[in-house]
């Protein structure tokens, strides 16, 4: 039976995830610093961790087939010091951490694939960017954070001393899911309200993916030893905000929605508690590494993959 550690198991593509896998047969030992509560997914078995040390949880890692690092705090909240803070350290020092439990044990996993985000590169309106895309902050969309985070996470995973465990920084674009976890609920929820209009000018990108082609694409990774090191995570048809959201009104049934401009989403973002660089942004970022090794996606466009979410599940 294959063994998978999970860190971040009772998040929701720790969720998502564990059940795909657990469906599959798989054991799933999640590392979780709530263990008790009740959290992790039926079937996982929980064990602690505080996602920045080496402690008692490093044993689960020997002999482990894959290890799966989802660890982090929510970027979903205003930027204030101490929210920054808890951003970069729970995602360099969980990566730490895992690196330094691997080197440790006898028999490494055989894979890691450690969390990213396809919000690494550069605002991009014109140009898709697949893996070799430009790696930088844009001034007019505040994003110095958000990228300088993304490369000190990689920073973490590539400085690792685990030369016999094949590593891959997945950078993910928004994952939309079926239950009422991640984005897809609440912008939904907008267009019903007739609050689904064009955000800004609606020319920015949007980079997203199904839950089922996130699983098919882990397990894709964990198949596939020839990919290692960044790898987009993301369906090959990011579409602009402004069709997004007509696409989303359509599927809701909602005749109209308003459209919120720059400063009412600044206004707005203050209120919400999150920032508008997470909806202003243009991720115009391609799957290149899947595609070129061969991934086929299930749900490659935007209307198929909602109208899906909005129905009952398969196995
Ligand atoms: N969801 C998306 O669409 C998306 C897109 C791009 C990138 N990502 C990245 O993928 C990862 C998983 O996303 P998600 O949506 O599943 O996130 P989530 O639901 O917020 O779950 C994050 C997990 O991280 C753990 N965590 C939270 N704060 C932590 C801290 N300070 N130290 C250590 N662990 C902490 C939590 O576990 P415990 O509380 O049990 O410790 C939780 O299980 C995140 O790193 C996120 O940035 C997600």
Redesign the pocket.
């Known amino acids: 039976m294959k063994r998978m550690i999970l860190?971040?198991?009772?998040?929701?593509?720790?969720?998502v995830l564990a059940r795909y896998f657990g469906r599959r047969g798989w054991t799933i030992v999640g590392?979780?610093?709530?263990p008790g509560t009740g959290?992790v997914p039926a079937g996982v078995r929980e064990v602690a961790w505080?996602?920045?040390n080496v402690g008692a949880w490093a044993a689960e890692l020997e002999g482990a087939d894959v290890v799966v690092n989802?660890?982090?705090?929510?970027?979903d909240c205003r930027y204030t010091e101490p929210n920054r803070r808890?951003i970069w350290?729970?995602?360099v020092?969980?990566t730490r951490a895992i690196g330094s439990a691997i080197a440790r044990c006898q028999t490494p996993p055989a894979v890691w694939l450690n969390?990213?985000?396809?919000?690494i590169y550069r605002h991009s309106l014109e140009q898709p960017m697949g893996e070799d895309g430009v790696i930088a902050g844009t001034p007019g969309i505040k994003d110095e954070f958000s990228v300088a985070v993304a490369q000190a996470w990689e920073a973490a995973l590539a400085e690792a001393a685990t030369p016999r465990t094949r590593r891959v920084s997945m950078r993910?674009?928004?994952?939309l899911g079926r239950g009422s976890?991640?984005?897809l609920p609440v912008l939904r929820r907008l267009a019903r309200w007739g609050l689904g209009g064009t955000m800004g000018d609606g020319r920015q990108y949007v980079s997203w993916l199904h839950e089922a082609d996130f699983c098919r694409a882990v397990e894709w990774l964990i198949e596939h030893p020839e990919l290692a090191g960044a790898v987009n995570v993301t369906s090959p048809q990011p579409l602009p905000n402004e069709m997004m959201m007509r696409q989303l009104r359509e599927q809701v049934r909602a005749p109209f929605g308003l459209p919120a401009t720059k400063w009412m989403l600044e206004i707005g973002a203050i209120f919400l508690r999150t920032e508008t660089e997470l909806i202003l942004k243009s991720r115009r970022v391609v799957p290149a590494r899947l595609q070129a090794s061969g991934f086929r996606f299930e749900f490659p466009e935007f209307a198929g993959a909602v109208a899906d979410l909005a129905g009952p599940a398969c196995a």
């Not at 860190?7 to 969720?15: D, H, I, K, R, S």
């Not at 989802?70 to 970027?75: K, T």
């Open positions: 860190a971040g198991a009772n998040g929701f593509l720790g969720g590392l979780t610093r709530r959290s505080d996602g920045a989802l660890a982090g705090r929510s970027v808890a350290n729970s995602r020092d969980a969390a990213g985000t396809a919000t993910l674009a928004m994952v976890e991640g984005v």
